[in-house]
Structure formats: structure tokens, C-alpha cells
């Protein structure tokens, strides 16, 4: 029997991670998921930006349901003193797609569902059941249960992962940085504006850690309020104030969402299997670290365990789930951990220093909407010209894009082989590169 977890009141994107469940169950295996909440509970209530095509190829649908669904506008980002502003203006054909949660899920659901997966739904999950040197079970609020495979996806601070023993190599718990803890709610409006911009991104907003957004729609305002600490009901209520003394518009009436979500932002765990173990999703960190978005790759992460687990016959051994870790920092992990040393480094800086690299175009439209991979010699050799208007800022920006190249270079070549020794070893190369945020 496989078990596949996710409890969607932790972390919501890995409701997508049922795509491994699915194909296995699709191959015979007995899979059962358990989730903490009901099911017409699960998912927040507001909307996503994800790649539609790799979750339409997954669910084997031909398009998404009309209204679940929307293009958002072009974007506006504003330095921390609001002196600079970069717009990004997308063609027809580059559109940002976002869709609502909860339909999401339930397509999820309904093809999981049809493919012979079960779902225990309110059955929170406690921690892992350690046999020896393995992962034999589960312990629920409703009791034990055996297994021979426990797929995590119980979220960035999944109960399983943080109690696996020490021994397992895998990193039990994120630092200060490596998660967004974000408030987001859709209010009414209180006037009919639409702006030319409606995405209105705001870095180091209120010059703190983290960002905040505001979304002009047709007949609601989408408001995000997140930082890198957790957030006080104080500082919600103070940045919405904030918002509302700036855009008249917004209403007072919250008409969706109004909830608090935590999510990754940092490169993906080195190491995520054990025997009888692997994580997928948000308990393995599989997120883009610049914008948080991790939809697309949950699902392909799903995809990649699945092959591995029917190619090696239901081996769930740590040396042949090896496969699937190596796989997924080669094809994904390593190209999406590049940012991280990018983001670390401006989160660590003063509001000054992003304001320098917003007033002087360091940072231009083509790093923001690439998420920090416009990156060719032509583009740096322009920032150095600029950036050197202040050394110790444009320098400090430099060592996190050295130190992110490196982490990307070295978790694309994982170890061939499952040895627990080279594999520590090269775990440790990787925390080398780590930028700390103070």
C-alpha cells in the first residue's frame, strides 16, 4: 500500500502533487490520501498563476472550465521610497493566466478519484511511523497505519518530514527567509477605476521584508500583504489602512479570501527520499524562490515519481527513489535554485540598496518578470556600468548571483549513485552557497 499525504491548510500548491498518486494508482498500486480537512474545505479562496498546459497534459483535460479562470493585467513594480517605477507591459500572446483554487483542487480530485485513488479526508496528520532505517507508516489523529510508501506533501512544515530521524540527511525545518508568510483577501470596490497598470507590486513595502501587492479588477480589489516573519493581525490591519489611504477605491467589505497562507521561497531540499519516503511539493520546497510559484513544478515533480517508482517495480528503497531526486534537481531544481542567492541577497540589503538598484535600472523589467534569470554578459556588463554608482550594494547583488550559480551547477549534478556519504558531503557544498539573510 502507498500512502500519499497532503493537508491543504498547511501549504495549498501541493494539492497538485496528487498527480503521483494518480499514476500509480492508474498502474495497480492500492493508494490512499489523507487530508486534515473535509473535502468542500480544502483550498484557500483566491487565485493562482501556474503554467495551464502542464496541469491540463497531467489531468488529461483539453482546457479549463470558462469562469474559473481570468488573464491578469500588465504590472507595475515600485521601489520601497516609491520614487521608481518598473512596468512590464505583456503581449497578447504573453498574458498571465490565474485561476481560482478551489475549482482547481476539484478537477484534481475528480482525476485522482477516477484513476482508483482513494481519499481519507479529516485525518490530520501527526508524524511518520520509523521501523529501523525506514518510513513503514503513518500516525493520524485517527490512529497508526502501515504502509509501504509514504509520498509527503503535507506542506512546508510538513509533520512527517520535521520528525523523520536525523539520520535520514533531509532538512527537517526552513531558516528565516526560506518562506512567505502572506495575508490575502479580495475586497469590494468602492469606485468604478481601472487602472492602465492594475498589478501593483510593492518590494520592501513600507520598507520591510517582503512585498505586497494591489490588483485592481473588474469588481473586486486582490490585496497580498507578506513578509518574511510571520504577520500580527496589527500589521495586516495597518498595511490595509496604508493601501486604502492611497487608493480610494478600495473597499471596506472583504468578498473572497481574507486568510493567511505560508509559502516556500528558496531552492528545493538536496536530499527529499529516504526508504519508504519521499517528498514532493511544498514539503520538499519545490517553489520558484523569486515569486513563490510552484504549481507546475509539484506536477512534474509528481510525474517524475511516479516513473520511477513503476520503472523499479515498487521498489521504494532509498537507493532506487534515488532516481527520482537525482531527476528532478537535473531537469528542475537546479535552474529554479539559481534565484535563490538573488533573492537572499536583496532581502539581507537595506531598503536604500533596492532603492539604488531601482533608481539607477539594476533592476529592470526583463529581471522582474524573468524572475532574476536575464543573466547573458550584455545585461551584466550594463548593470556593472550602472551598479557601480554604489560598489557595496551592486557587489553584494553580484556575490548572490555567483553563489546561486553554484548551488544550480551543483544540485544538477547530484550523485550517480545512492551513498550517504558522497551524498553528504555534496549536501554540504550546497549549504556553502546558502546567502544568509540577517
Not at 484534481?108 to 532505517?133: C, Q, T
Not at 490512529?143 to 535520514?168: M, W, Y
Not at 502572506?182 to 470596490?189: C, E, I, M, N
Not at 512585498?211 to 480589489?221: E, N
Request: proline share 4%.
Amino acid at each position: 500500500m502507498c500512502f500519499f499525504l497532503f493537508d491543504a491548510s498547511i501549504a495549498e500548491y501541493i494539492c497538485l502533487d496528487t498527480q503521483s498518486s494518480a499514476k500509480l494508482a492508474k498502474e495497480g498500486f492500492d493508494v490512499t490520501v489523507y487530508e486534515k480537512k473535509k473535502r468542500e474545505n480544502i483550498g484557500h479562496d483566491w487565485e493562482d498563476r501556474f503554467d495551464f498546459q502542464t496541469v491540463l497534459d497531467a489531468v488529461e483535460k483539453d482546457e479549463m472550465p470558462d469562469g474559473a479562470w481570468k488573464y491578469r493585467g500588465n504590472t507595475v513594480f515600485v521601489s520601497p521610497s516609491k520614487r521608481t517605477e518598473v512596468k512590464i507591459d505583456f503581449a497578447p500572446d504573453k498574458r498571465q493566466k490565474v485561476m481560482w483554487r478551489k475549482p482547481l483542487i476539484n478537477i484534481i480530485i475528480d482525476y485522482a478519484e477516477s484513476s482508483g485513488v482513494k481519499f481519507a479526508f479529516e485525518n490530520e496528520i501527526l508524524s511518520p511511523i520509523i521501523k529501523g532505517n525506514a518510513v513503514v507508516g503513518i500516525c493520524t489523529a485517527n490512529g497508526e497505519v502501515s504502509a509501504d510508501f509514504v509520498i509527503d506533501a503535507a506542506g512546508v512544515f510538513s509533520p512527517v518530514r520535521k520528525n523523520l530521524p536525523d539520520s535520514f540527511s533531509i532538512e527537517k525545518m526552513p531558516k528565516r527567509g526560506d518562506v512567505f508568510y502572506g495575508y490575502r483577501a479580495y475586497f469590494d470596490k468602492a469606485k468604478d477605476v481601472n487602472p492602465e497598470y492594475p498589478f501593483e507590486v510593492y518590494l520592501y513595502h513600507e520598507r520591510e521584508q517582503g512585498l505586497s501587492w494591489f490588483m485592481t479588477g473588474d469588481d473586486y480589489v486582490d490585496v497580498l500583504i507578506g513578509r518574511i516573519d510571520p504577520l500580527t493581525d496589527e500589521k495586516i490591519n495597518e498595511q490595509t489602512r496604508l493601501f486604502r489611504k492611497n487608493h480610494d477605491w478600495l473597499g471596506e467589505n472583504i468578498v473572497s479570501g481574507g486568510v493567511r497562507g505560508v509559502i516556500p521561497v528558496r531552492r528545493s531540499l538536496s536530499k527529499m527520499v529516504a526508504n519508504g519516503y519521499a517528498a514532493v511539493g511544498d514539503s520538499a520546497f519545490m517553489t520558484t524562490p523569486m515569486n513563490g510559484m510552484g504549481i507546475e513544478l509539484s506536477v512534474k515533480a509528481g510525474l517524475l515519481l511516479a516513473k520511477n517508482v513503476i520503472n523499479s517495480n515498487g521498489d521504494f528503497s532509498a537507493n532506487a527513489l534515488w532516481e527520482y531526486n537525482k531527476e528532478y534537481l537535473k531537469l528542475y531544481g537546479g535552474d529554479v535554485a539559481r534565484n535563490e542567492g538573488l533573492k537572499n541577497s536583496l532581502l539581507k540589503m537595506p531598503s536604500d540598496g533596492v532603492d539604488f538598484l531601482f533608481d539607477n535600472a539594476v533592476i529592470q523589467s526583463s529581471d522582474l518578470a524573468g524572475a532574476g534569470r536575464n543573466m547573458n554578459f550584455k545585461a551584466l556588463l550594463m548593470k556593472f556600468v550602472r551598479g557601480m554608482k554604489q560598489p557595496k550594494y551592486f557587489f553584494q547583488i553580484i556575490h548572490g548571483l555567483i553563489k546561486g550559480g553554484k548551488t544550480a551547477r551543483l544540485m544538477k549534478h547530484a550523485p550517480k549513485k545512492y551513498d550517504e556519504r558522497t551524498i553528504n558531503r555534496w549536501q554540504n557544498k550546497i549549504e556553502k552557497q546558502r546567502v544568509e539573510i540577517r
